[in-house]
């Protein structure tokens, strides 16, 4: 262990390395080390001072020593830390370079990545509105039949999924012959031929998800993201060019209309999706190019075709007064290193100028709006500052927007808006945000959604949460797709008074009263607890963790999610066991990360605690 002195002597540990070069063994010894030592925000920022003084080195340096430590950390398989740093080091190394200790962005790095700081205060930003926002409310429903609209996400189809074999590998995913031993025949554990809860689900799933949603002859469709299985430290180009052809591909055969946003996985190294102040060797120009193409192909509206600039688009439905807005909410993410500037951009591509733009134009045609992205804007890994510039949005155009729609965290969940978060009441909610559950199978049964839509206002009246309960034996013959829950049958009813008229619109105010009714009747939080996964592998929620989860559902401006980090979260290998929970911090834990560079970091941080605490 270096004594504590080294942590108040950043400055010159880099000028002393800038003379001495130490081989990569000291370094990967010296950097374990740090990463046992950092036990709170300041020692983190130590941690970033030795990374940083083995930049110095060079990129390929600085790869070999993170791989190393990831070694002989077990966070990983090393052909899995190989792969990862080969993958994202590049972006890892470009904003170490530039990063100032201390700086807000230094500090976000590390809440971000080692759950050592807080999240730094909000930063103050002015964001200018064309008009002042109008007297305008909701508008009544319409009482016309509704319209059918189907949601669905997180497919991360594997086309390597291969039937027999192993399910119980030592990999983020597994159903891929990684080794003999994995091979089919080779294993007492086999994979079925539809799926299984370790691995990312096979191609014939989706096929099968596509002619249950069919079926119901939706109006169109929506699909918030991620095409991409989770080999994150295998994926190329290459691949990722596969599967959107496949993905994309089926649902065009399939599908009618289908709006889409981008996904943090659509691009290969994942998550890594510069602003324009970074290089444009960076930029993943390849994906937007090919996700532009297959939208237009899944719309026919030319207006999509502006995705391929930075994988946004705003879109007016046929014949209709609704607009559909896709942005790029990978911009706001936290595991995309490229976002570490110094100091970090407020308005990274002027998107939220533009989202304001394209949300005046809806407000001045009287058209109603959707908007539709990745990451939900209360999740803990979404930027704070941009989460609440995003919501200054939302509360100047809240009559515009009918509701937005988030995927990404793989589980059923939504978070509410509110003019006033210290005053946050049915009659302050504003807007309604509603993430959907996954297909891919690894957190919960594969799932869709079905949104009962008011003809003419575009508003939510309802929805049916459609399940193939993978946990089923039968589920390996055919899956089989069948409605969960719906919200008013089973939200609705639970109010005081209840809301049953099929017509009324489920409004930011009747999820706040749900919010309530879960607060005041145990048994209503208990049934939402558990519906997130679809009954599977529910973790147990007492006390705080109910007040914090419904914290969090009120939390579309994330600084008022309740969500604290906790240092090395609560991520682990795979052991060939199943997934350790090792929770001192389950709640919230984003699903969608569990195999890139940030959760390594995390991962290695968490062993290093528990070597710490074992005396190692
Ligand atoms: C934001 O606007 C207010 C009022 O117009 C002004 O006082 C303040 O200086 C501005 N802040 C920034 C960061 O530009
Ligand atoms: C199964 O394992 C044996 C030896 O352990 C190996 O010879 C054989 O090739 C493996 N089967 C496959 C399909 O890889
Ligand atoms: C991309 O990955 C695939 C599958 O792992 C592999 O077969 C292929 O050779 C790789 N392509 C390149 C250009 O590395
Ligand atoms: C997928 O690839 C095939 C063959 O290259 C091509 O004909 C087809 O248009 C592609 N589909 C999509 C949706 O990109
Ligand atoms: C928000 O609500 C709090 C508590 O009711 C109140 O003190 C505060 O004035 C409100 N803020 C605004 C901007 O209305
Ligand atoms: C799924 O099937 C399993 C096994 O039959 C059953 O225990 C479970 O309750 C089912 N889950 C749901 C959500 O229906
Ligand atoms: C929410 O509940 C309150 C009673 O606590 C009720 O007055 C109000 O109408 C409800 N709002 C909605 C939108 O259901």
């Not at 790029?328 to 100028?353: A, C, H, V, W």
């Not at 003019?419 to 559950?437: E, I, K, L």
């Not at 890139?596 to 062993?607: D, E, Q, V």
Request: aromatic share 12%; hydrophobic share 35%; with cysteine.
């Amino acid at each position: 262990m270096r004594p504590a002195v080294f942590l108040v002597a950043l400055a010159p540990l880099a000028a002393s390395a800038a003379q001495e070069k130490k081989s990569a063994e000291d370094w990967i010894t010296e950097i374990w080390d740090d990463f046992k030592n950092a036990v709170d925000c300041f020692s983190c920022q130590a941690l970033l001072g030795g990374l940083q003084a083995v930049s110095i080195f060079g990129e390929s340096f600085m790869e070999d020593v993170i791989t190393g430590v990831c070694s002989i950390s077990g966070a990983e398989d090393s052909d899995v830390c190989a792969g990862v740093i080969a993958n994202e080091g590049p972006a890892v190394y470009y904003s170490l370079k530039n990063l100032k200790l201390g700086s807000h962005t230094a500090k976000t790095f590390c809440a971000s990545l080692v759950g050592l700081c807080e999240f730094p205060e909000v930063r103050p930003y002015n964001l200018s509105f064309p008009s002042p926002k109008p007297p305008a409310t909701r508008p009544p429903p319409s009482g016309k039949p509704p319209i059918k609209v189907v949601h669905f996400s997180d497919t991360h189809v594997d086309l390597s999924y291969e039937e027999g074999s192993n399910s119980d590998c030592s990999k983020p995913i597994c159903c891929r012959s990684y080794t003999e031993n994995d091979a089919p025949g080779n294993t007492s554990s086999p994979c079925g031929p539809w799926g299984d809860t370790n691995c990312d689900p096979p191609h014939r799933l989706q096929e099968s998800m596509n002619s249950a949603i069919a079926d119901l002859k939706p109006a169109f469709s929506i699909y918030t993201g991620d095409v991409v299985a989770h080999d994150v430290w295998l994926v190329n180009k290459s691949e990722v060019l596969d599967d959107l052809n496949a993905t994309y591909g089926s649902m065009e055969k399939d599908l009618g209309t289908v709006y889409a946003a981008l996904g943090n996985h659509d691009a290969a190294p994942l998550n890594l999706f510069p602003s324009n102040n970074i290089p444009s060797e960076y930029n993943p120009q390849w994906a937007y190019d090919a996700l532009a193409s297959d939208w237009f192909a899944l719309t026919g509206n030319p207006s999509v075709k502006a995705a391929s600039e930075y994988g946004s688009y705003s879109a007016v439905h046929p014949n209709s007064k609704l607009r559909i807005i896709s942005y790029n909410s990978i911009f706001y993410y936290k595991y995309n290193f490229f976002s570490y500037e110094e100091p970090m951009e407020y308005d990274p591509d002027g998107q939220l100028d533009w989202l304001i733009t394209e949300l005046q134009e809806a407000e001045d045609s009287s058209q109603r709006v959707w908007l539709i992205s990745h990451i939900p804007t209360g999740n803990s890994d979404h930027f704070r500052d941009h989460s609440h510039y995003f919501d200054q949005i939302i509360q100047r155009y809240d009559a515009t927007i009918a509701a937005l729609f988030f995927g990404h965290t793989h589980t059923d969940e939504f978070q509410i808006s509110y003019s006033n978060y210290t005053n946050q009441n049915w009659d302050t909610a504003t807007a309604m945000g509603y993430v959907a559950p996954s297909m891919t199978p690894t957190s919960g049964p594969p799932s869709f959604r079905v949104y009962e839509i008011d003809p003419v206002t575009y508003a939510v009246v309802d929805f049916t949460q459609y399940i193939a309960n993978i946990t089923d034996p039968t589920f390996q013959t055919k899956p089989k797709w069948v409605p969960y829950y719906s919200a008013k049958a089973d939200y609705g009813s639970k109010l005081s008074p209840p809301v049953e008229d099929p017509h009324v619109e489920l409004t930011p105010g009747f999820w706040h009263n749900v919010t309530v009714a879960m607060e005041k009747d145990p048994s209503v939080f208990q049934d939402f607890w558990a519906r997130r996964s679809r009954g599977f592998k529910v973790p147990e929620c007492t006390g705080d963790c109910i007040s914090n989860e419904i914290c969090a559902l009120r939390g579309a401006d994330a600084q008022y999610s309740c969500y604290k980090q906790a240092p090395g979260f609560s991520f682990e290998k795979r052991d060939g066991q199943g997934v350790k929970a090792l929770s001192e911090e389950s709640f919230q834990q984003p699903e969608c990360n569990h195999a890139g560079m940030a959760p390594l970091f995390a991962k290695i941080s968490h062993r290093a605690r528990l070597a710490r605490q074992s005396g190692l």
